[in-house]
T-cell receptor, first 112, second 114 residues
Framework: KAGVTQTPRYLIKTRGQQVTLSCSPI?????VSWYQQTPGQGLQFLFE???????NKGNFPGRFSGRQFSNSRSEMNVSTLELGDSALYLC???????????FGSGTQLSVL | AQSVTQLDSHVSVSEGTPVLLRCNYS??????LFWYVQHPNKGLQLLLK??????LVKGINGFEAEFKKSETSFHLTKPSAHMSDAAEYFC????????????FGAGTRLAVHP
C-alpha cells in the first residue's frame, strides 16, 4: 500500500508569490490534515478535511487555505508569501478522524 | 486546553544503554497521547498511542511508554538504544473532537553514541 505522497518535495519562492502544495493520502483514507513545521514554532496544525469539507482550522491567517477533492487528494495554498512562511509542510491522512495518522515526507518551502 | 511539555530538548546515550525521554501533559479530561519519531528529512512515524485501555503501551522498535495520571506524565523508554534510534521524538496530545488536531511538544533530539 503506498504511503502519503506529497509533491513537490522542495519549493523555492519569492515574497509576494503564491504556492500550491499537493497531498495524496493513503488509499481509502478520507481524512487529510496539514501541519507546518518550523524551528521556532515547532509543529502546528493548519487544517483538516474530510469528504471535501474543512472540519477544523488552526490559528493561521487567511492566506493559508486548502481544499480536498472527491478522491480525497488535498491541496494547500499560501498566497502573498512572507519570509516567515518558510517551513516544512506535512500532510497526514487517516481513515477516520482521531485515529492513527500517517504522515508524508513533507514539502520544504523556502521563501526568499 | 491540552498541552504537552517535553522536559529535555536533547538526550545523549551510548549504544546499548537505556533511553528515557520525558513528557508531561496537561488535559482537563482523559487524553489521547502519542509518541512520534522523525528521522532527518523524513516525515513523522507513530511509535505508540495511549487511549486509556492500558497504562503501559508498547510501540514499535522496542519502545514503550507508561501513562501516569497522578504525575501527568507519559515518558518514553527503551531498554537498549540502537544507533538507528537517533532522531527527534515528539510527545503529542490529541484535541478531543478536534478532527485530528494534534498538539505537539517541542521535541527531544536523541543522539546515540557508539
Amino acid at each position: 500500500k503506498a504511503g502519503v505522497t506529497q509533491t513537490p518535495r522542495y519549493l523555492i519562492k519569492t515574497r509576494g508569490q503564491q504556492v500550491t502544495l499537493s497531498c495524496s493520502p493513503i488509499s481509502g483514507h478520507r481524512s487529510v490534515s496539514w501541519y507546518q513545521q518550523t524551528p521556532g514554532q515547532g509543529l502546528q496544525f493548519l487544517f483538516e478535511y474530510f469528504s471535501e469539507t474543512q472540519r477544523n482550522k488552526g490559528n493561521f491567517p487567511g492566506r493559508f487555505s486548502g481544499r480536498q477533492f472527491s478522491n480525497s487528494r488535498s491541496e494547500m495554498n499560501v498566497s502573498t508569501l512572507e519570509l516567515g512562511d518558510s517551513a516544512l509542510y506535512l500532510c497526514a491522512s487517516s481513515f477516520q478522524a482521531d485515529e492513527k495518522l500517517f504522515f508524508g515526507s513533507g514539502t520544504q518551502l523556502s521563501v526568499l | 486546553a491540552q498541552s504537552v511539555t517535553q522536559l529535555d530538548s536533547h538526550v545523549s546515550v551510548s549504544e546499548g544503554t537505556p533511553v528515557l525521554l520525558r513528557c508531561n501533559y496537561s488535559s482537563s479530561y482523559s487524553p489521547s497521547l502519542f509518541w512520534y519519531v522523525q528521522h532527518p528529512n523524513k516525515g513523522l512515524q507513530l511509535l505508540l498511542k495511549y487511549t486509556s485501555a492500558a497504562t503501559l503501551v508498547k510501540g514499535i522498535n522496542g519502545f514503550e511508554a507508561e501513562f501516569k495520571k497522578s504525575e501527568t506524565s507519559f515518558h518514553l523508554t527503551k531498554p537498549s538504544a540502537h544507533m538507528s534510534d537517533a532522531a527527534e521524538y515528539f510527545c503529542v496530545v490529541s484535541v478531543s473532537g478536534g478532527y485530528n488536531k494534534l498538539i505537539f511538544g517541542a521535541g527531544t533530539r536523541l543522539a546515540v553514541h557508539p
